[in-house]
């Protein structure tokens, strides 16, 4: 399965675009990536997936790279809602929701 | 409004007490999930459950038993075994286990007295 690297933590001016970037260089060609994020004491929330091609929802924009080695979760507009840990998740393919792995995530700080 | 409700939001447990955790849903998923979240750490998987009436442990399963009888609901009960049950517990739904978008509770943070 896909191991998955982010930062431990970042910050961003508020309005201004949050790039979380993760490295996932041992993907293979049929594994998404996911990305959720947690809020301090809520559960977390599913954001956007994608395979190869760039993704946009009404939350964010999910930047795959060309080789699938490294994607980037793009926020164009931080606010102070959008401070979270966000977790990048490439589950090995075809194995189901029991073997997604949240690990530390990065924890985005958005300033005022 | 479709979701997940855990409750309660704060449990105490006493020595030797078993507690109950209540998770339920009404998205009208087959597949359920508990996980445990320590302070600073992620989360790691307890127990699964894909249909009625089935479940498999996860990786940390020791000390804790869940029921499926119902869709909607998947309880877990924290044993007096599990040695160490002070953490953040959460409750996930998925429409199959195969999809991986999970939707999750708002979290019960269990202490011990």
């Given at each position: 399965?896909?191991?998955?690297?982010?930062?431990?933590?970042?910050?961003?001016?508020?309005?201004?675009?949050?790039?979380?970037?993760?490295?996932?260089?041992?993907?293979?060609?049929?594994?998404?990536?996911?990305?959720?994020r947690q809020i301090h004491s809520q559960?977390?929330?599913?954001?956007?997936?994608?395979?190869?091609?760039?993704?946009?929802?009404?939350?964010?924009?999910?930047?795959?790279?060309?080789?699938?080695?490294?994607?980037?979760?793009?926020?164009?507009?931080?606010?102070?809602?959008?401070?979270?840990?966000?977790?990048?998740?490439?589950?090995?393919?075809g194995t189901g929701a029991n073997n997604?792995?949240?690990?530390?995530?990065?924890?985005?700080?958005?300033?005022? | 409004?479709?979701?997940?409700?855990?409750?309660?939001?704060?449990?105490?447990?006493?020595?030797?007490?078993?507690?109950?955790?209540?998770?339920?849903?009404?998205?009208?998923?087959?597949?359920?999930?508990?996980?445990?979240?320590?302070?600073?750490?992620?989360?790691?998987?307890?127990?699964?459950?894909?249909?009625?009436?089935?479940?498999?442990?996860?990786?940390?399963?020791?000390?804790?038993?869940?029921?499926?009888?119902?869709?909607?609901?998947?309880?877990?009960?924290?044993?007096?075994?599990?040695?160490?049950?002070?953490?953040?517990?959460?409750?996930?739904?998925?429409?199959?286990?195969?999809?991986?978008?999970?939707?999750?509770?708002?979290?019960t943070q269990l202490s011990v007295l």
């Amino acid at each position: 399965d896909a191991k998955t690297t982010q930062p431990t933590s970042m910050d961003c001016a508020e309005g201004r675009a949050a790039n979380l970037p993760c490295n996932h260089s041992t993907i293979s060609g049929n594994e998404y990536v996911y990305w959720y994020r947690q809020i301090h004491s809520q559960g977390p929330q599913y954001i956007i997936h994608g395979l190869k091609n760039n993704e946009t929802n009404e939350m964010a924009s999910l930047i795959i790279t060309e080789d699938r080695k490294s994607s980037t979760l793009i926020l164009p507009h931080a606010t102070l809602r959008d401070t979270a840990v966000y977790y990048c998740i490439v589950p090995p393919f075809g194995t189901g929701a029991n073997n997604l792995f949240f690990g530390t995530g990065t924890r985005l700080t958005v300033i005022p | 409004d479709g979701g997940i409700t855990q409750s309660p939001k704060y449990l105490f447990r006493k020595e030797g007490q078993n507690v109950t955790l209540s998770c339920e849903q009404n998205l009208n998923h087959d597949a359920m999930y508990w996980y445990r979240q320590d302070p600073g750490q992620g989360l790691r998987l307890i127990y699964y459950s894909q249909i009625v009436n089935d479940f498999q442990k996860g990786d940390i399963a020791e000390g804790y038993s869940v029921s499926r009888e119902k869709k909607e609901s998947f309880p877990l009960t924290v044993t007096s075994a599990q040695k160490n049950p002070t953490a953040f517990y959460l409750c996930a739904s998925s429409a199959f286990v195969s999809n991986e978008k999970l939707f999750f509770g708002s979290g019960t943070q269990l202490s011990v007295l």
